[in-house]
Every structure is written in structure tokens, then in C-alpha cells.
């Protein structure tokens, strides 16, 4: 049973995956024929910004529903719900403090505005419903997937369709923000799951932290090690050529990425 339940996992998953960077490479194909390099080189730092931000800040909510005794327990998923809206709207509030700082360090006064749009899909992606994660635990992965490839449609639309109009980086931060209120919407609507809704249990928070605190370490360890390049570069090179680097660096550790997912 647990070999078939494998075998089931690992189909859908690669299918998810592949499905999806496939949506994702094409769009990224016609925008390069519709934007300048310097727009997916801002993108590069702003999209390195926030993952920085949300693995600094990371307590591994979504593993902790799906291996705790309680992932199914509507308190503690509502628990989990509220840490994960509190953490979403704190990480906009320092993204609006770091934003000036971090245009001023990189010579770009663009990133001054363009950091606090975009990282409103850190207060969307919030109020995700936890059933994105309890679809996980039950191996619900054939509904997973329809969900994911629906968000990267959706998100590549709005880049184009913005893009049509206005050849600027902000055509990304579009695409950004049209597939995070996607993905909150259908992630009520589509998916199986107790309706999220503010609570607060001590013995939820208790469990979320211990196990999250080890996941903290993971993805800080993760972002020095996957992303640091762009840091680096974003510095030491024009934004034109890091907006190349990024891309080729996306398509580069494809495989790796892919083997990831599927573990």
C-alpha cells in the first residue's frame, strides 16, 4: 500500500512540477520579448527579498500540520491559521521599514515602491487556507495538482496581459499578485477542508513552535546557500546582467528542484 501510495505521490508531483515550470517557462519566454533585462534583474532582488524574509521567519507551519496527530484537528489548524496571518502582515511591515534601505544599497530607487507592492502577496499568501497543506497530509495530490497548475496559469495571464500594455517590471509584479489572490481564493473554494477562522490554543502553539524551530535552522542554512548568488551579484554586477543570471540560474537548478519536490 505505501509503495502504490508512493508511486501515486511521485506521478503527480513530477506532473504539478513539470506542469507548472512549463507554464512558467513559456510565459517567461514571450515576456523576454516584451521587457528589457533590467525589469527581470529588479524582479531577481525583489523575489530574493522575500524569500529571504519568509525563510528567516519560516516555523514550518505547513509540515507541522502535515505530520502533527492534530493535523486534523480544527483548533489547531486554526491556531495555525492565525500565526500564519500574523506572520504575513508582520513580514509587510518590515518590508516597508527595509524597502528604502535596500533601493539605497543597490542604487535602484524603483525597488522603493516596487518591494511594498509586491510583498502583498506575503499578506495574501496569510490567509491561504490550511487545507493546502491537509491535502498534503492525505495525499490528495491528483486535486493538488489541478490547484497548482490553475495559480500558474492564472499568475502568467496577468503578466501578459499587463505586459501588453506596459512594458515595465511591474508586468512581474502583476503576474505576482493575480496568481497569490488566485491561490487564496480557489484554496477556500476548491479545496476539502474546516473553514479557517481566528483561534488561539496554547497547547497548538506549543507544538507548532518546538517542531518549527528546526525547520527555522533548514531554510536558513537553504536561503545562504541557494540564493546569497543574487545578493551578491546584484551588487557587483548591472541589474541587466542579473536579470540574465537569474534566469539562466532558474532553468539551471530545474533538475535539482524537481528531484526535491518529488522527495
Not at 75 to 85: D, E, H, K
Not at 197 to 223: A, C, E, H, K, N
Not at 244 to 263: C, D, E, F, K, R
Request: hydrophobic share 50%; net charge positive.
Amino acid at each position: 500500500v505505501l509503495g502504490k501510495l508512493a508511486a501515486r505521490g511521485a506521478f503527480w508531483t513530477i506532473i504539478s512540477f513539470g506542469g507548472g515550470q512549463t507554464i512558467r517557462l513559456l510565459g517567461n519566454l514571450a515576456l523576454t520579448r516584451l521587457l528589457f533585462e533590467e525589469a527581470f534583474g529588479l524582479m531577481a532582488l525583489v523575489t530574493v527579498f522575500q524569500i529571504g524574509l519568509g525563510l528567516f521567519s519560516d516555523i514550518g507551519i505547513g509540515p507541522s500540520i502535515i505530520q502533527s496527530d492534530r493535523g486534523d484537528d480544527r483548533r489547531f489548524l486554526n491556531t495555525a491559521w492565525t500565526i500564519q496571518v500574523g506572520r504575513g502582515l508582520a513580514l509587510y511591515v518590515i518590508t516597508l521599514v527595509g524597502a528604502a534601505p535596500f533601493a539605497r544599497f543597490y542604487g535602484e530607487p524603483e525597488l522603493r515602491l516596487l518591494l511594498p507592492v509586491t510583498a502583498l502577496t506575503l499578506v495574501i499568501e496569510g490567509f491561504n487556507s490550511t487545507s493546502l497543506h491537509t491535502a498534503q497530509r492525505h495525499l490528495n495530490l491528483k486535486q493538488l495538482t489541478g490547484f497548482e497548475l490553475t495559480c500558474a496559469l492564472a499568475g502568467v495571464v496577468g503578466m501578459l496581459t499587463w505586459a501588453a500594455f506596459d512594458r515595465s517590471v511591474w508586468a512581474l509584479a502583476a503576474g505576482g499578485l493575480v496568481g497569490s489572490l488566485v491561490r487564496l481564493l480557489l484554496s477556500h473554494a476548491m479545496l476539502p477542508g474546516p473553514r479557517n477562522g481566528f483561534d488561539w490554543d496554547t497547547d497548538s502553539v506549543r507544538r507548532l513552535v518546538t517542531f518549527g524551530r528546526w525547520v527555522f535552522l533548514s531554510t536558513l542554512l537553504s536561503f545562504v546557500v541557494n540564493f546569497s548568488d543574487r545578493l551578491i551579484f546584484g551588487k557587483m554586477v548591472p541589474v541587466a546582467m542579473l536579470g540574465v543570471y537569474s534566469i539562466g540560474a532558474s532553468l539551471a537548478n530545474m533538475p535539482n528542484t524537481a528531484l526535491s519536490h518529488v522527495a
